[in-house]
Nanobody, 126 residues
């Protein structure tokens, strides 16, 4: 069982930055691929970023590529999402997720992930 706890959300003006953190309660954090998703009111939960077990490979959708950076610290069981040049359309609840598997075909789907945090709200004002 893996427990995930996000933090770092808040209210920021357009063009600003936020850094989200996700603390994992497992001794085998490095055996999980990790990802960030987000969900705006009335919309589906969307893929934001993913990273492999070592953090050596990272994946983003076009909507955040060049603005968001996913990273992990396996020694401290932490996952991060650095978000720069934020836009009002980035407003959502952000979730971290963990999976034993990560493939190009499934990494963007919520069903690929076994464990989820409770989410942290990010609000970007115009």
């Amino acid at each position: 069982q893996v427990q995930l706890l996000e933090s770092g959300g808040g209210l920021v003006q357009a063009g600003g930055s936020l850094r989200l953190s996700c603390a994992a309660s497992t001794r085998t954090f490095s055996s999980y691929a990790m990802a960030w998703f987000r969900q705006a009111p009335g919309k589906e939960r969307d893929f934001v970023a993913a990273t492999t077990w070592s953090g050596g490979s990272k994946y983003y959708p076009d909507s955040v590529k060049g603005r968001f950076t996913i990273s992990r610290d396996n020694g401290n069981n932490m996952l991060y999402l650095q978000m720069n040049s934020l836009k009002p359309e980035d407003t959502a609840v952000y979730y971290c997720a963990a999976s034993k598997t990560l493939t190009m075909a499934t990494m963007r789907t919520t069903t690929n992930y076994d464990y989820w945090g409770q989410g942290t709200q990010v609000t970007v004002s115009s």
